[in-house]
């Protein structure tokens, strides 16, 4: 790492993006026994599952704030590389594992969700090429995150020529107010250039994350402002989460009959904003775990879904006890994501095909470009 990144880095931003792929990990251990009425899963444990909540208190926010802090880093990568560099990074740390690793290994992934879903017996009969690009659609499962991620930092580089910095530097001017006040355009772009049935596709709104993270969070004057507020944010975030859970419980949080309401979205944009002030005040630690988990946090959101996806399978109709099974799945995820990541990024071809991962080694700097 040279001097200018080790300058230019910012350990809460590292802090975040791990511990935020954890609750992802852990939001898709709780998913795929959901009650709540949302697809993708095995099935229920019971009739009334309470630790669903868990869904319910998460899902609002915690990609929106991926999506914030990925346009902070992008911003921050840009400062010291070119557009060029920054566009080969992304092709190959984003585009290559969400479309050639399809093929190359998430297919696998692909064939356990269309068994999860009952649907195999149905097309087994297929044709196996045509059965093969079918599984390998169907293997895209988290990977729809840097899809979109990619799809964003080719748009940006257009935006930046255009904007030239003139919106960027009226933008480091906000202060506490005005980013509570955005709340209003995280609700606006919600609502527009969703796709239709795959509710995870929601352009309008990550992208205005994205674009937000890019513009406003990544001053340090701004965050220096917002940090002052993270008490109050902090409570506010509680309180909605609170109030989301209970107005919608036994609803399917996942559908748009929940996202687009006026709630869904403030209690979204608060818990973001209490997520990167209370960790710009509190969040700038250093430990062995922490730069173990910063290192291998891509790992573990590339591949946690697989063995989480088969342990909860394999499972799911034994007669263990409830508690066990979340433990168990929990185990795969972590344990299973962390030796697939330490496998398969040292195998030359798949390393670039699968996890992006290219013959230059990326610097700590570049990595936090990574998502």
């Known amino acids: ?44 444990l019971s009739d009334t599952q309470y630790q669903d909540a868990v869904l319910y208190i998460l899902y609002p926010w915690f990609m929106l704030l991926l999506f914030v802090v990925s346009g902070m880093s992008a911003r921050f990568y840009l400062d010291g590389h070119s557009c060029r560099e920054f566009m080969r ?36 009969s297929l044709p196996k090429p045509v059965l093969y690009l079918i599984m390998s659609v169907s293997g895209i499962g988290p990977l729809w995150f840097i899809q979109m991620l990619w799809l964003f930092s080719v748009l940006l580089i257009i935006f930046r020529k255009a904007e030239k910095d003139r919106l960027y530097r009226f933008c480091g001017r906000a202060n506490l107010p005005a980013a509570v006040l955005l709340a209003a355009v995280v609700w606006g772009a919600s609502l527009i250039l969703n796709t239709p049935v795959v509710s995870v596709y929601r352009f309008g709104i990550y992208g205005a994350g994205y674009l937000i993270g890019y513009l406003v969070f ?16 902090s409570i506010a975030a509680l309180l909605l989460g609170l109030a989301f859970t209970l107005l919608f419980w036994g609803k399917p949080y996942a559908e748009h009959e929940v996202l687009d309401t006026p709630l869904c979205n403030i209690y979204a944009w608060i818990a973001t ?6 960790m710009k005040k509190w969040g700038g630690f250093a430990t062995a775990f922490s730069r173990y988990m910063a290192k291998k946090s891509w790992g573990l959101y590339l591949f946690h879904y697989l063995p989480l996806a088969l342990c909860a399978f394999f499972i799911y109709d034994s007669p263990i006890p409830a508690g066990v099974k979340y433990i168990a799945v929990a185990a795969a995820a972590f344990g299973g994501a962390f030796l697939l990541y330490e496998i398969i ?8 095909c699968v996890c992006g991962i290219g013959k230059k080694q990326h610097s700590v700097r570049c990595r936090q470009a990574d998502l």
């Open 273 to 278: 904003l209490a997520v990167l002030s209370f």
């Open 345 to 352: 990024s040292r195998i030359p071809v798949l390393r670039w």
């Open 1 to 44: 790492m040279n001097k200018r990144d080790a300058a230019m880095r910012k350990t809460y931003i590292d802090n975040i993006r791990w511990i935020t792929v954890v609750l992802v990990v852990l939001y898709h251990v709780f998913y795929v026994f959901n009650a709540a009425g949302v697809s993708g899963g095995v099935g229920p």
């Open 89 to 124: 990074s992304k092709t190959t740390k984003l585009l290559v594992p969400s479309t050639v690793g399809l093929f190359v290994f998430w297919w696998i992934l692909g064939f356990c969700n269309i068994k999860m879903s009952g649907a195999y017996e149905s097309i087994a």
């Open 218 to 233: 990544s001053h340090d004057g701004v965050m220096e402002r917002l940090e002052k507020g993270w008490l109050p944010l």
